[in-house]
């Protein structure tokens, strides 16, 4: 979730001029609106609500802040009303300790740190570039220290994900499921390239529509369906 996913959810309830993201016991936004007629509607109509299926609920409480002093126009932080503030990303670093104990489960740094885009994956086991379908293959994982929950918590975020299979005979390579193309799209644009405990994730779409688990593998092959956990 970041400021443009918070904007098209809010802006529905009135004009928003400035969204601050930030991590504390997981994701906080403070959400300026034009109005405070505007900001009740939206607290009334969103409270409880889920940005994405199943997940992402939101928890809303009005700010004791007045105002909001946004320094740099990114998908951490925005102010609509000064399009010209800079970035802030003139140097972005991969060093995911400079972020402190927040991330530090994932050993991932936050979106909007780095590049959204890195190297496209692994032709031979990954769909073309551009052949959207709602399956991915991640490649470079850390086999030592990755599963399949924390596949489902970190690519959940970008949209409602289905499935989740670490491939048996190349544990650093595992395939994502989502319930929708525009979700897995989604997800590719803001982890591809991003750092994963110390290595660089390479996704892409998958030439697979659908992810399977052969019965003789279920013991070996872990895999996340909220639908059908077996």
Known sequence: VNVDVL????????????????????????????????????????????????????????????????????????????????????????????????????????????????????????GPPGAATNVLIVNNLDPQRITPDKLFMLFGVYGDVTRVKILFNRPDTALIAFSSPVFAETAMMHLNGRPLYDKVLSINFSKLSTISLPREAVCVVCERDDRNIQ
Not at 42 to 50: D, R, T
Not at 77 to 90: A, C, K, Y
Not at 99 to 117: E, K, Q, R, S
Request: net charge positive.
């Open 7 to 126: 904007h098209q959810v809010f802006s529905k309830y009135g004009a928003i001029t400035k969204i601050i993201t930030f991590m504390k016991k997981g994701l906080q936004a403070l959400i300026e609106f034009a109005d405070i007629q505007a900001a009740r509607v939206a607290k009334q109509a969103l409270e409880g609500q889920n940005i994405y299926a199943g997940c992402c609920t939101l928890r809303i409480l009005f700010s004791n802040m007045k105002t909001l002093n946004v320094k740099y126009n990114n998908d951490k932080s925005r102010d609509f009303t000064n399009n010209t503030l800079p970035t802030g990303q003139e140097q972005p670093t991969m060093t995911t300790t400079t972020y402190g104990a927040d991330w530090a489960p994932y050993g991932f740094i936050p979106p909007g740190t780095v590049p959204a885009y890195g190297k496209i994956g692994n032709q031979q086991t990954g």
